[in-house]
């Protein structure tokens, strides 16, 4: 197998695109379109005429030198491949990484099996996923009991869920309710651009709940890709955490999908109660990290 290092400007767009469509473990996160929004740079390795892709986001250090890194908004890269992704391709691959990137601090797809004795530090990130394949009340039956409290709170708190919310309405109810350490400007337009993109696309839709005054509580936007339908952006108010908006908000999705061939990627990387509490299914993938400048783990 032949790899080799490709410019972003090189790449071709066509070939890139079909390789992540039909990869079989192909993801959102790796479209071109995505990478380009969210991504400010990267490169990539290729294989063979778009057999295999892996983008290669990185940015320049503090000290010296580029670093390969995880830009928010993107849970997951690693590499697309219309192959099996065994042991051994994935090693060629990231043996494959160039030295002029002295850092790695990266997150590699669910099907990125990682090679006995790497040389890399790896930790174990998790995700969640509910098939949804089921009907409505099969699925619920799986809920934890905390879990039906919240929902009869927002019941009894007569909550409407809505579609009508604009992606810069989102982004400012993010703005507004998130921590300020998960804010940035490159984030606030990033998430607009993606979601303007999707919804072109059709590839995504908005979700919001409002109290009977019409106030929204809780928003999200959900992406869909390879079979999954994909939480993107959940913010919740204090008002609307009080009454359940946000498990009101994702029971209406799973109401509306239910019977559906699809699952509800809850889109995380450690631990969350609320999956748990839906009853959704751990899903493990890796984070690989290494510091080349200093020959030492960090």
Known sequence: ?????????????????????????????????????????????????????????????????????????????????????????????????????????????EQNPIPDGSRFKVEKQTNYQLFLNRAYEEITDGYSRPLMEKLQLAEDAGLVLTSSMKPEQIAGFYKKYRPRRQQSEEIFHGMQRVMYNALHRGWGFASSVLDTDA????????????????????????????????????????????????ILDFNVSGNNQMAIDFGAKTNPFFKIQLNKRRFIWF
């Open 1 to 109: 197998m032949e790899i080799k290092f490709v410019p972003r400007e090189e790449i071709d767009k066509v070939k890139w695109n079909s390789c992540v469509h039909y990869a079989t473990n192909g993801n959102i996160f790796g479209y071109m379109w995505y990478l380009d929004h969210i991504a400010k740079d990267w490169d990539a390795l290729v294989e063979g005429d778009y057999e295999s892709v892996f983008p290669l986001v990185w940015r320049l250090g503090r000290i010296s030198g580029k670093e390969l890194h995880q830009p928010a908004l993107i849970r997951e890269l690693g590499i697309y491949s219309i192959h099996v992704l065994s042991k051994p391709r994935v090693e060629r691959f990231l043996a494959a990484i160039p030295e002029q990137y002295q850092q790695i601090s990266i997150y590699l797809n």
């Open 215 to 262: 106030n929204p509580l809780a928003v999200n936007f959900f992406l869909y890709s390879h079979g999954k339908v994909i939480s993107f952006m959940p913010v919740v108010s204090p008002e609307g955490k009080a009454v359940g908006a946000l498990p009101h908000l994702f029971n209406g999705l799973v109401r509306q999908h239910a019977g559906r061939p699809v």
